[in-house]
Nanobody, 124 residues
Framework: QVQLVESGGGLVQAGGSLRLSCAAS????????MGWFRQAPGKEREFVGT????????YYSDSVKGRFTISRDNAKNAVYLQMNSLKPEDTAVYYC?????????????????WGQGTQVTVSS
């Protein structure tokens, strides 16, 4: 069982940066691939990016590639999402998720545990 708690969301102007954190409980955090997803009002939840169990491999959606970076610290049971050059269309609730699959995971249904989400609002 893994419990995930996101933090770091807030209001930022377009072009600004935010760093989201996801704190995980459990001794087996390093066994999980981690992902970030987001859901804007009236839209379906969408994939943002993923990182494998060791942090050696990442994958991003085209919409955030080159602007967002995922990293993890297994010693701290944490995963991060650094978001730069933010745009108003990045406004959404951001969720972190954990998958027992150790490799990168893109498909939402393959994630086993989810956080409660943190709101990110980008003003124009």
């Amino acid at each position: 069982q893994v419990q995930l708690v996101e933090s770091g969301g807030g209001l930022v102007q377009a072009g600004g940066s935010l760093r989201l954190s996801c704190a995980a409980s459990g001794r087996t955090f390093s066994s999980y691939a981690m992902g970030w997803f987001r859901q804007a009002p009236g839209k379906e939840r969408e994939f943002v990016g993923t990182i494998n169990w060791s942090g050696s491999s990442t994958y991003y959606s085209d919409s955030v590639k080159g602007r967002f970076t995922i990293s993890r610290d297994n010693a701290k049971n944490a995963v991060y999402l650094q978001m730069n050059s933010l745009k108003p269309e990045d406004t959404a609730v951001y969720y972190c998720a954990a998958s027992i699959t150790r490799t990168i995971v893109i498909i939402m249904v393959e994630y086993d545990y989810w956080g409660q989400g943190t709101q990110v609002t980008v003003s124009s």
